[in-house]
């Protein structure tokens, strides 16, 4: 029944007074749950990938919400901005949460789920008299107020940046090689020592053969960090994070100096400095998923992570939105990536170019999710989980070892004067056990050491064509380009000592503690 007119001369009467009258909640509705995610990842996902996600669900929601003011006046319904602000934010709930909550259901359920929840929103404004529509409305109001200030208290480190800016290598250009640098990432592919001592696999025949074609492999390398940010910044810029972040965040658990260092990193300006072309293949974790001194970024999406994991929380992932090479999920988006990333190595080999070229490639195998059997074909999260670690470890170490045996066979040609420089270098080791028990809480400084050294021992492979001088077996991160660098292209890049460090835990980055002495 709807409410009573007020009396002439008398302003009705609404519960919460002016926060029952004025209507704040459909936008503040429509932003949370994607100011809720980057929140939730305020220390990984760029400023930029959140907003560009923000605006667009903004303007869709304005939109609505305005188009819906003008039906209900079509129908002839008071407070018509209110009731449509009641299904703006129903409706915003429905669409924009659906996929966090039901993760697993099909796209019929999904739909259908998300569309009765639009149906029950749309018949409570149409049915509600005007005083429970004033009291929908403070309800509403107070609870968007209330949830997006609590959310802009977590997210003060991406709008209220205390650090300074990363120091960057600075070079005065050089002459270009006139030869092809192939660099390859796998993340977290372990060492020889670690795969026989720890997964109890045999990885000899595969660096046998690398060494067969003219690979030296150092056998101690190490990375610098335990941490794939701080160890690639660090190699990437040919000097340690703490030189290159002088004054870190305040925020001790603030990624975003070690990302820049990432995106805009020195050793794609001193080769496109030189003359090279710098093709970066992007993969699917942010921060390597594109660079900004890159000639060519050839990634499989242009999309971000936070975009593609935000869209897999809403009811997008049931309407095609997702596109169909990234899968309607983040384990066959992420093989998708690293199946475009391996494809495009092996079309790199014969694509002609008119310059030199860098082909940077951080490929996450055999990082997880486990995707891949050891043959390539698709591994389900149920086939996955009723493996051991080791068993899916191995089984990605033994496809990339195969995809990389491939490319090497294609590219070394054995004549020292064409071909490429090859470098396959892990950022890291394997998570020890210490550290999936610890469920990302890991203290690097309580554990085992040995369980460090398990983290730190990196694999490393290097084909130096016509160079003739050994690389020290013990080799860090840091000084990868140093080496090469210098002796190709005549840079004036000594060698650092090798030295390793981690890191306090998650929540301090920045906080250094040398441990070189354990690999004494």
Request: a negative charge.
């Amino acid at each position: 029944m709807a409410d009573p007119e007020p009396v002439a001369g008398t302003e009705p009467v609404t519960p919460g007074g002016r926060l029952g009258r004025l209507v704040l909640h459909p936008l503040l509705v429509v932003a949370y749950p994607v100011l809720a995610l980057w929140a939730g990842n305020v220390h990984d996902a760029p400023t930029e990938d959140a907003l560009a996600v923000l605006w667009p669900v903004l303007v869709v929601g304005a939109t609505a919400w305005f188009v819906l003011s003008l039906l209900f006046a079509l129908v002839r319904r008071p407070a018509l901005v209110a009731r449509a602000g009641l299904v703006t934010s129903v409706g915003a709930l429905a669409v924009l949460t659906a996929g966090r909550f039901l993760p697993e259901a099909t796209s019929s359920v999904g739909l259908a789920a998300t569309g009765a929840v639009l149906v029950v929103g749309l018949g409570v404004a149409l049915l509600v008299g005007r005083l429970g529509l004033a009291r929908l409305t403070l309800l509403g109001n107070v609870f968007a107020v209330v949830a997006t200030a609590l959310v802009l208290v977590s997210l003060r480190p991406a709008l209220v940046p205390t650090r300074s800016e990363p120091v960057l290598m600075d070079f005065d250009g050089a002459e270009a090689t006139a030869r092809d640098i192939w660099y390859i990432i796998p993340d977290r592919y372990p060492r020889l020592d670690t795969l026989g001592a720890d997964y109890d696999f045999d990885n000899t025949a595969f660096q046998s053969h690398l060494v067969d074609v003219g690979f030296t492999i150092q056998d101690q390398a190490r990375a610098n960090y335990p941490k794939t940010s701080h160890s690639l910044a660090g190699t990437w810029n040919l000097a340690t994070v703490q030189d290159l972040v002088p004054f870190p965040p305040e925020d001790g658990a603030d990624s975003s100096p070690l990302y820049e260092l990432l995106d805009s990193n020195a050793l794609g300006r001193f080769v496109t400095d030189a003359g090279f072309d710098y093709l970066h293949l992007g993969s699917w974790w942010g921060p390597t998923s594109q660079s900004s001194v890159a000639t060519e970024n050839r990634t499989l999406s242009t999309a971000s992570e936070f975009a593609n994991v935000w869209r897999t929380t809403t009811a997008l992932r049931w309407l095609g939105e997702v596109p169909e090479e990234e899968g309607l999920d983040s384990r066959r988006y992420i093989r998708a990536v690293t199946d475009h990333q391996l494809d495009e190595l092996d079309r790199l080999v014969t694509e002609p170019s008119d310059s030199p070229r860098l082909i940077l490639a951080h490929v996450t195998l055999p990082h997880e999710p486990y995707v891949y059997d050891a043959d390539g074909s698709y591994v389900t999260a149920e086939q996955e989980a009723s493996r051991s670690r080791t068993e899916n470890t191995v089984n990605q170490v033994r496809y990339v070892n195969d995809r990389l045996t491939a490319l090497v066979d294609r590219l070394v040609t054995g004549d020292p004067a064409k071909d490429p420089i090859i470098v396959i270098q892990s950022d890291e080791g394997p998570h020890p056990d210490e550290q999936y028990t610890a469920a990302g809480a890991i203290n690097w400084l309580e554990v085992d050491p040995s369980a460090r050294e398990e983290k730190l021992r990196t694999f490393s492979a290097w084909y130096l064509p016509g160079l003739d001088e050994d690389v020290p077996e013990d080799i860090t991160g840091v000084n990868t380009w140093r080496f090469i660098l210098s002796r190709y292209f005549g840079a004036d890049l000594p060698l650092v000592d090798d030295r390793v460090w981690v890191f306090t835990d998650e929540q301090h980055l920045y906080d250094f503690t040398e441990v070189t002495e354990e690999f004494d």
